[in-house]
């Protein structure tokens, strides 16, 4: 942190130390990404008439850090490059055996390849035994360069094989299943695990992520009517009025508690 200070200092006099703290969460003090990020923001921000805010990091990656990134990947051998497409789309960060269920390699072959990515500084082993890529941006920029046709099956790829491995406690990963199969366009799977994930979370009286799980598995339903019979609209929208109904009943009841305190 204390590096990105004396680097924005240099680069940036004007800014004030919110610059700093929020270069330092967007690029973990990489002078690559540094540099480039740096180059991309407007001179109200570089001369400390703007605060950087959460709008910026939503934003598009700057083309001169993408293109700094794609020179990188660009002199991987094929397996490699192929590891990290599927690492990008299964998301930060990832289990080995995960990784090990999508590509038709044996374990050591797979291993090594892993082990390379972790010595080019693109991948990075965890703590937890997992991997992770050593930054986000890397992340971002394989997935974003996939096309559309490839992201979809590699989306439906990586969901149908945890569908598999993890069939014991597909409650718990309902949520991550969905997303998957919404990324790769299967609307009734996609309604099926939203709505596995609403029910759970219902039980367990996570309120709030139980009514934007139901809320979406309706919004589906209703762009893509196929993907849903009737019964499966009833339980939707009983699901969801359930969850509404308690949400406003716990929002009177905090209402009337802090009269009371008042």
């Not at 400390?48 to 709008?55: H, I, K, Q, S, V």
């Not at 937890?128 to 559309?148: P, S």
Request: aromatic content about 6%; overall charge negative.
């Amino acid at each position: 942190a204390e590096d990105v200070t004396q680097w924005v200092q240099r680069l940036a006099p004007g800014a004030g130390p919110e610059l700093s703290r929020w270069l330092f969460r967007e690029t973990l003090g990489n002078p690559l990404f540094l540099t480039a990020t740096l180059q991309s923001l407007p001179e109200e921000i570089l001369r400390g008439d703007l605060l950087p805010d959460e709008r910026l990091a939503a934003t598009r990656l700057p083309e001169t850090l993408m293109n700094a990134i794609r020179d990188r990947l660009r002199w991987l051998p094929d397996d490699e490059g192929r590891l990290l497409e599927l690492a990008a789309v299964i998301g930060r960060p990832f289990r080995f055996d995960r990784l090990q269920a999508l590509i038709e390699a044996r374990t050591l072959a797979l291993l090594e390849t892993v082990e390379s990515l972790v010595q080019r500084q693109l991948l990075r082993e965890e703590r937890d035994g997992r991997y992770d890529f050593t930054h986000n941006k890397i992340r971002e920029v394989i997935y974003q360069d996939l096309n559309l046709v490839r992201r979809r099956l590699l989306h439906r790829r990586v969901a149908e094989t945890m569908e598999q491995s993890e069939d014991h406690r597909l409650g718990e990963v309902a949520g991550i299943l969905a997303t998957h199969f919404e990324q790769a366009g299967a609307w009734d799977k996609t309604i099926q695990y939203l709505t596995m994930a609403a029910d759970r979370a219902s039980r367990l009286f996570a309120l709030h992520e139980a009514n934007a799980a139901y809320h979406r598995a309706l919004e589906l339903a209703e762009t893509h009517p196929a993907a849903l019979d009737d019964v499966g609209h009833l339980h939707l929208r009983q699901g969801r009025g359930k969850v509404r109904a308690l949400l406003v009943d716990f929002a009177r009841s905090e209402e009337r508690r802090v009269g009371k305190e008042c």
